[in-house]
């Protein structure tokens, strides 16, 4: 069985970075995308990045675009995301996915997930 499993967050202060990592438990064939989404208290939910596992093309979030950069490594089967100019807003658990196809944008759609990690930013 496939699973996803994450390392990284931790506190920064605004404007810090930090880096994300989403390793496959084995090789990615029942998803052809990998997608970030985070939770913060009191809210839904929400994507805010994807790329497609094959040819690498991504999807942002607006507020995160040129802030955020997703990618992966396909021959570690690892994805990655790396969070600079962070804000406070930022703060929330962050979960990476797996989908079937790229451009899906709801949870229903990533049927493979990772246990979280925190992020969060200080004031």
């Known amino acids: 069985q496939v699973q996803l499993v994450q390392s990284g967050g931790g506190l920064v202060q605004t404007g810090g970075s930090l880096g994300l990592s989403c390793a496959t438990s084995g090789r990615p064939y029942v998803w052809n995308a990998q997608a970030w989404f985070r939770r913060a208290p009191g809210k839904q939910r929400e994507l805010v990045a994807a790329i497609d596992w094959r040819d690498g093309a991504t999807w942002y979030l607006g507020s995160v675009k040129g802030r955020f950069t997703i990618s992966r490594d396909n021959a570690k089967n690892t994805g990655y995301l790396q969070l600079k100019s962070l804000k406070p807003d930022d703060t929330a658990v962050y979960y990476c996915?797996?989908?079937?196809?790229?451009?899906?944008?709801?949870?229903?759609?990533?049927?493979?997930w990772g246990q979280g990690t925190q992020v969060t930013v200080s004031s």
């Open positions: 996915a797996g989908s079937n196809f790229f451009g899906a944008t709801t949870e229903a759609d990533y049927p493979v």
